[in-house]
């Protein structure tokens, strides 16, 4: 633990802000570069608090009215991903870009995570490669690709025609699709017909209403 402390003093040096969680997912301990990137925890948050409640704020500032609905499924999925994160992803919080890592503690004791804040992230790139569809390479669908892989929301690119040309993995779960294939080339609003049409059919045997009714 006293290793842990200077690590995290060495961290807010650098201006990393740094949060560490026990195995059972509770808050061990926390740097003040951590309060400035996420001031909702400034005041609340507490060693032994579940990284649950942490979220909960979190998503409180993130989430509009209509989405607020929706916190329990957001707090269930940001603690997954808290469990297994293996590599770096970038979101826009407080008017900043950050990038997030995570990294197991030895032995199995918990979770550490680090957060940077950087400049925004390939957006010049993204905008001249979603609106390029007559110079378009696999280089340069890769490069986008890796772009929105790092981020943690489900994301596509259209065309101008508003075809589907590109979409990471968050995607493909978000929407129940086992392989891009089913969305590249059409618009979202058919991939979403498509979806509830299947839906309804297959709950019209089961005598059940969509679940995303």
């Not at 503690?105 to 905008?127: C, K």
């Amino acid at each position: 633990m006293e290793s842990l402390t200077v690590f995290s003093e060495l961290l807010n040096d650098l201006g990393l802000g740094m949060c560490a969680f026990d195995a059972n997912d509770c808050t061990l301990l926390w740097n003040p570069t951590f309060l400035q990137l996420f001031p909702e925890h400034d005041g609340h948050v507490r060693v032994g608090e579940h990284y649950r409640h942490n979220l909960q704020r979190f998503y409180a500032q993130r989430l509009i009215p209509t989405e607020m609905v929706h916190i329990a499924q957001f707090i269930a999925d940001g603690l997954a991903r808290h469990r297994t994160q293996s590599r770096p992803f970038v979101f826009f919080h407080h008017e900043r870009w950050l990038r997030v890592a995570s990294q197991p503690l030895p032995e199995g004791a918990g979770r550490v995570r680090i957060w940077v804040q950087i400049s925004a992230p390939n957006a010049s790139t993204l905008a001249s490669s979603a609106t390029n569809t007559t110079t378009s390479t696999d280089k340069q669908t890769g490069t986008q690709q890796t772009s929105l892989e790092h981020v943690a929301e489900g994301m596509m690119v259209t065309n101008l025609n508003g075809s589907i040309t590109n979409l990471n993995s968050h995607f493909l779960r978000l929407y129940r699709l086992k392989n891009p294939q089913r969305a590249l080339g059409h618009s979202l609003r058919d991939v979403l017909a498509r979806l509830w049409s299947e839906e309804s059919t297959a709950n019209a045997h089961s005598g059940t209403l969509p679940a995303w009714e």
